[in-house]
């Protein structure tokens, strides 16, 4: 047994309260916040990664628990609507209705953002291919050199003709 069921009751309890951020009003206990989340009483984690964003709520008194992963790190200023999106999940899963969360007005602007740049880096490569009298070795820009071809050995090679 890796930890008995008095450690995982000590691990649960809640410390002082948090009194700002994302977690204010919840206590800080040994590695988790307790208190409201999704509605419901909750022990609750959430952990991130460059690209990755996981949290994880066990809920004591009901036996069960939720863990949601996301394929999105926390740039931008994203971490407040994936732990909207994680309440209300656990808020579901608890008999609720889903509740709108508002990263999806986020993500819309940052998938714009994203379109612009791409579409400002094509024209620029397309404007760059037109470029007339752009020379590379003798050929004009945008042809491909012919490719490499490993030397003969010299058994094949050719021998000068003797005349």
């Known amino acids: 047994m890796v930890l008995s069921p008095a450690g995982i009751a000590e691990m649960m309890q809640p410390g002082p309260p948090q009194k700002r951020g994302a977690f204010a009003g919840a206590g800080y206990g040994m590695g988790w916040f307790t208190g409201p989340w999704g509605g419901v009483d909750a022990s609750y ?4 990664e460059p690209n990755a964003h996981a949290g994880m709520a066990l809920v004591p ?15 931008g200023g994203a971490l407040p609507g994936l732990l ?6 656990t808020g579901m899963v608890a008999g ?4 709108h969360t508002g990263i999806g007005a986020f993500y819309a602007g940052f998938d714009a953002a994203v379109a612009a740049a ?3 880096e094509g024209w ?5 291919a ?3 009298g752009v020379e590379a070795q003798g050929r004009r820009a945008g ?3 012919p490719p490499l071809r490993p030397p003969r050995p010299a058994r094949y090679r050719r021998r000068p003709s003797v005349r």
């Open 84 to 89: 909207a999106i994680e309440q209300s999940v």
């Open 124 to 128: 620029s490569l397309a404007r760059l």
């Open 61 to 75: 008194q009901g036996n069960w628990g939720v863990i949601v992963l996301f394929n999105v790190g926390t740039h």
């Open 45 to 48: 984690h959430p952990g991130d």
């Open 96 to 99: 609720g209705t889903a509740t």
């Open 143 to 145: 042809t491909m050199p």
């Open 118 to 120: 791409l579409a400002a």
């Open 130 to 132: 037109r470029r007339p």
